[in-house]
């Protein structure tokens, strides 16, 4: 079943106005989506460590910073974009006390509500909204007038309004304008750590070969001439990733003469 899609004009960033998101760190994704929220209108503060590097850089660039503590809990929504692996500290010490009723707790990637690290109270919502692109990407699309396309998910709705509240921040980051995907913490962890590890760390190594694909290739082409390429082609193109990557690519690239 293909995934619900929506796009700019059927989200509202309405329903999180007079809500306070707190983004939790100012790194890769945190600088781009902080600045991204604020020039649309949303009502952000920054929450950082007080002797980290990057305090003075959120300053710089116009935005309210403040200790992890008092940014969880001064908003409505803490958006959590510190590395994965240090989440869970993070959240415990500084973060959970101020997991009041109705609040959200948000991510750019499910792994840690996914393996547990996290375990949210049953009072607050659990959303993500994943861009898929780096962050400098996410800020200079958005300042073109365009966007990065995210996938959303919410694996906890207390108030009700958890995907009113995740469109929002998607439309906010600039990801709606291409569009924005639904996809649950699940999925987005397996496809994301599958790509990372069979793909982007480890996979390549692994797809370089030993003198066996020329052999196949030589002889397939002895009998087929250059219609074994087109053949291989075809089935390149009716396999499923590919089908999917072509609607991903029209997604992020809209002016590519592919489309
Ligand atoms: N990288 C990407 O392009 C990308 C794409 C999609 C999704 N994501 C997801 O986005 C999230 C953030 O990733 P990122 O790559 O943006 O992270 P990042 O750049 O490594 O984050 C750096 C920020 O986190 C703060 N930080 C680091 N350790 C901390 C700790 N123990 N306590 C408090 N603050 C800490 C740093 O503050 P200091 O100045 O104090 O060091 C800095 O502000 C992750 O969930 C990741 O999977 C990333």
Not at 3 to 9: F, Q, S
Not at 219 to 244: C, P, Q, T
Request: proline share 5%; glycine share 10%; with cysteine.
């Amino acid at each position: 079943m293909p995934a619900k899609r929506w796009l700019d004009p059927e989200v509202k960033i309405d329903p999180i106005r007079d809500q306070t998101v707190a983004v939790i760190g100012y790194g890769i994704q945190g600088r781009a989506q902080a600045s991204n929220m604020k020039d649309s209108g949303i009502d952000v503060i920054i929450g950082l460590r007080k002797d980290g590097k990057t305090w003075r850089l959120a300053q710089q660039d116009g935005h309210k910073v403040m200790g992890l503590s008092e940014a969880a809990a001064g908003a409505d929504i803490v958006h959590i974009l510190i590395p994965d692996m240090e989440q869970a500290d993070t959240y415990v010490k500084y973060i959970a006390p101020c997991m009041t009723a109705g609040k959200a707790l948000s991510f750019s990637h499910g792994a840690a509500i996914h393996w547990k690290w996290i375990v949210a109270p049953k009072i607050v919502d659990v959303i993500m909204v994943a861009p898929k692109g780096p962050g400098q990407l996410v800020r200079e699309l958005y300042q073109q007038g365009f966007g990065t396309p995210s996938l959303v998910a919410v694996y906890q709705d207390h108030s009700k309004m958890a995907w009113d509240r995740v469109l929002a921040m998607a439309k906010g980051i600039g990801s709606t304008r291409p569009g924005v995907l639904q996809t649950s913490f699940e999925e987005e962890v397996e496809t994301d750590w599958f790509g990372e590890q069979v793909d982007l760390c480890g996979g390549a190594h692994s797809l370089v070969t030993n003198g066996q694909f020329a052999e196949e290739w030589v002889s397939i082409y002895k009998k087929e001439g250059k219609n074994s390429f087109a053949r291989y082609m075809k089935d390149l193109e009716n396999h499923e990733v590919e089908k999917v990557g072509k609607e991903m690519r029209k997604m992020m690239w809209p002016n590519s003469p592919e489309n």
